[in-house]
Nanobody, 118 residues
Framework: QVHLAESGGGLVQAGDSLRLSCAVSGRTLRPYAMAWFRQAPGKQCERVAVISWSGGSTAYADSVKGRFTISRDNSKNTVNLHMNSLEPEDTAVYYC???????????WGQGTQVTVSS
């Protein structure tokens, strides 16, 4: 079993930066691809970014390319999402997820709220 715990959400203004962190416990982080998803009220859940277990491969949603960066530290069992130039449209609950494949997530965190004011 893998337990994921997100942190770092909050209320910021448009143009600000924020870093979300995901702490992984229960099993070693190494075998899992990790991802960040988000869901805004009335909208579908969107995969924001994904990173391979080695960290050598990443992918981003078009809506965040050039603004968000996903990274991982397997020695600390953490995955981060660095968010720059935040926009009101980035307002959502952000979830950390883990899976044995970059395209299929098995474990999910509880989510952390990010609110960007204009």
């Amino acid at each position: 079993q893998v337990h994921l715990a997100e942190s770092g959400g909050g209320l910021v203004q448009a143009g600000d930066s924020l870093r979300l962190s995901c702490a992984v416990s229960g099993r070693t982080l190494r075998p899992y691809a990790m991802a960040w998803f988000r869901q805004a009220p009335g909208k579908q859940c969107e995969r924001v970014a994904v990173i391979s277990w080695s960290g050598g491969s990443t992918a981003y949603a078009d809506s965040v390319k050039g603004r968000f960066t996903i990274s991982r530290d397997n020695s600390k069992n953490t995955v981060n999402l660095h968010m720059n130039s935040l926009e009101p449209e980035d307002t959502a609950v952000y979830y950390c997820a883990a899976g044995t494949d970059m395209s299929f997530m098995t474990y999910w965190g509880q989510g952390t709220q990010v609110t960007v004011s204009s």
